[in-house]
Every structure is written in C-alpha cells, then in structure tokens.
C-alpha cells in the first residue's frame, strides 16, 4: 500500500498567517504540520509516499523534507496542484504513483494521538472498496457526517445544518483503485470543486464501504484554534505518531 499526504490549498482560513507560507509548513508545537500525517503513514508500515502540495512554497516541502530519509522511507514523491480544485481533484494526480494499488490517503492538517495501523490492516485484506475513519465530536456539522442504515454508513452528508449523527468522517482515507475512475466521474461542487465526500458516496452507494472509528484525540489544524488546539494537545498529552 502506497501513501498519500494532500497539502495544497491556499490556507484562507488562517489568513493572514498563510499568506507568506503554506499551512502545513506552519509549527504545531515543535515540528511542522506536515511532519505528523508523515509519521501517521510512516507508522502504518507505509514506506512509499507523495505529497500533493500547491501555491507558491511547494519548493519548501523539498527543502524540509528532502528524499524521506528522516522518516526512513523508500520514496517520497511529489506532485503539484495548480488553485484550488478540492480534495479528490488532488487526489487525482497521483493516478500514476499509485500503480494500480491500494492508497491510504490523509489530510496535511490532520493530527492524531494513536495510530491506524488495525484500520490499515483491514483494508490490505479488504478485497475491495474504500475504508474511512470515523470519530464523535461535538460539532459534526463542520465535517462530512455519515447517517447508518443499521450498521452500515447509508451516506455522507458534507457540512449539514443539522447533523445526522455524532460523528465526524475524519481526513484519513483508504482507496482501492477504482477512485481515479470514480474521480473521473464528479461533477465540480457549488463551490467548484470535486469534493472527496462524492468519491466516498459512490463507495458506499456500490456496497464497499467500510469504516472505523479513531482511537484516541484527533483535531485539524486548519483554523486558527484549530493550530491552537493541536499545538496543546501535543504538548500536554503527546502524539504517537512522533
């Protein structure tokens, strides 16, 4: 299983901070954003990894993280996302790092206290489909939010006013293959982007998806109390993935 890390984007939501760096380079307490979805890959078992990154600072991801040697990898790619297209339009451009495997994907301001490595292990023997991670938070209606028909996820909604559930779809992602023809398929959003939400919808709609939920704190990064949060919660209680 190869791995991928989505960091492009412009960061308006910590403007005016992201105006001269892109987000994931900014510190959460003593490393770098980007350090922890690495580490989260890296832990998992994952040795081969590219990072999707954007904007005018992509030079600074080669600068800090070089070849992957301080994390002990095989490889690490990268590949350029030109504006901002949404999170399956970036996931698109790795159709040919893949080679025609299993990904595991996770968002560049995405930090976790534990590990997935059991929910990684299940989806290498998951014959096919997708696998999401799920965790209750008490403001779902910022995330994609799953509704169940039994124990089944019966469909994600994106942001909904009134939340269908408790629990948030967290930025960790499990493709098969068949993503970059699902990809092929969205139609740009109102906002005029493919969202990830309609890639994992066409999963569930097919019957393979499946999920499980995160153990331990989990947090984005990509607000300002967002930053905030995660920068205390890794100093306070650690992050075992660093």
Not at 58 to 76: I, P, S, Y
Not at 140 to 154: D, H, Q
Request: charged share 25%.
């Amino acid at each position: 299983m190869r791995g991928v890390v989505l960091a492009g984007g412009l960061g308006t939501r910590l403007d005016p901070i992201t105006r001269i760096i892109n987000k994931h380079l900014l510190p959460v307490y003593d490393k770098p954003m980007i350090y922890y979805p690495i580490r989260t890959l890296v832990n998992a078992g994952i040795e081969d990894i590219m990072i999707v990154t954007g904007g005018r600072d992509a030079g600074d991801f080669l600068r800090l993280l070089g070849n992957g040697r301080e994390f002990g990898l095989k490889h690490l790619d990268y590949t350029y996302q030109e504006g901002e297209g949404g999170i399956a339009e970036a996931l698109g451009l790795t159709r040919h790092f893949s080679r025609g495997g299993k990904l595991c994907v996770i968002l560049g301001d995405n930090i976790i206290q534990g590990n997935v490595v059991s929910a990684v292990r299940a989806f290498a023997r998951q014959d096919r489909g997708a696998r999401i991670l799920l965790k209750q938070v008490p403001d779902p209606g910022r995330y994609g939010v799953p509704t169940f028909s039994g124990p089944e996820i019966g469909e994600i909604e994106e942001k909904p006013a009134v939340p269908a559930s408790s629990y948030a779809v967290t930025g960790i992602y499990m493709f098969d293959e068949t993503v970059f023809e699902k990809i092929d398929r969205l139609e740009r959003s109102d906002r005029g982007e493919l969202e990830i939400t309609d890639v994992n919808n066409q999963y569930i709609r097919e019957g393979t998806m499946r999920w499980d939920v995160l153990d331990g704190w989990w947090t984005d990064a990509g607000t300002v109390d967002g930053l905030l949060r995660a920068s205390q919660l890794v100093a306070d209680t650690g992050a075992n993935n660093l």
